[in-house]
């Protein structure tokens, strides 16, 4: 694969635009920092037109999007040198991205699993408010360690001590943002918009602590980032995989528009 220099930012985001909320990373992450930066990297096959793969490191994070996912041998020679660039990289994490790309890279690749879920978009059309309900606050650069152990104490995020290098980036860069609920002086949910570009923003981070649930915590956080991202005019994208979580965004406006997977690497 060849490395992407800034030169290609403006053909590069034209072609991801055509699918936004699929490429909300990519759109994103180019947008907001650019591709002369430590910690993302873009490579695409081939060179010099339309390409069939584009493959995003940020930190340990891999993305991979294709063209036409699974068609065409140009596809699956994309797949292929895509997996041997991941296989360079002793501390990679995670791959993710549409269901068939990720499928398509375990075909040269040795995953430990594949997780999927499903991809959900919300629009300013869709968006049902609930109203405010609970108090919310943002948080800041100062919180950004309380709330790393807070969501790596929710056993399913599955997170440990390698996340953390990149934790809360969109905090410190303003290139997101994320509301919390606090009982006291413990914070007992939060929900994060990420990779926010001019089109949209992805919805991570939608956490409540385990003796809190039910209460409609999870729900208030995640409207509220709707709503400042609807008036925004901005849409929303976030994936899921658990059916309690999938009617509460249904509740809200998200509409599945396609299945998403993340295959963990070590």
Known sequence: MTKCQNTARKELLSWLETRPAENCFFIGDMENFGLETDFLEIWRTPKGRAPAALLMRYYRFYQITVGVPGEGDETAAA???????????????????????????????????????YLAELTGDTFQDPGEGLPTEPAGVADIDELFEFQKSIVEFEMDERHRESFGNEIRTGTGRTWLIREGRRIVASATITAENSRNGMIIGVATAPDRRGRGYARTCVARLCREMAGAGKSVVLFYDNPEAGRLYKQLGFRDINRWAMARLH
């Open 79 to 117: 797949l292929e040198a895509a997996a041997r660039q991941i296989g360079r990289d002793s501390q990679a994490i995670s791959v993710a991205g549409l269901e068939p790309a990720v499928r398509g890279l375990a075909e040269y690749s040795s995953f430990e699993n594949i997780r999927v879920t």
